[in-house]
């Protein structure tokens, strides 16, 4: 695989992996409390919670790493 593929989805997945863990922190600790009409609007709007984050912290994670990088 070339090396800026292996460095872009590494990143990728690391800055994932952080947002999903942020996810489970906040969630966990009542910063996201709502009250859904049913059990499965709790999952969907979890899901959609953590599809934030991860998204998030997925791409600025990747152009972080992308402006620090001074490999040449």
């Known amino acids: 695989m070339p090396r800026l593929i292996s ?5 990728l997945a690391a ?3 952080l ?6 922190v906040a969630w966990n600790n009542g910063f996201a409390e709502m009250s859904p009409a049913s ?3 709790y999952y969907i709007a979890q899901g959609l919670f953590a ?4 998204s998030t912290f ?3 994670y990747l152009a972080r790493s992308l402006m620090l990088d ?3």
Do not use: I, K, Q, S
């Open 7 to 11: 460095f872009m989805l590494t990143r």
């Open 15 to 17: 800055g994932a992996a």
């Open 19 to 24: 947002g999903c863990g942020v996810v489970l």
């Open 39 to 41: 059990p499965t609007d």
């Open 51 to 54: 599809y934030l984050f991860a």
């Open 58 to 60: 997925r791409v600025g």
């Open 70 to 72: 001074d490999t040449r």
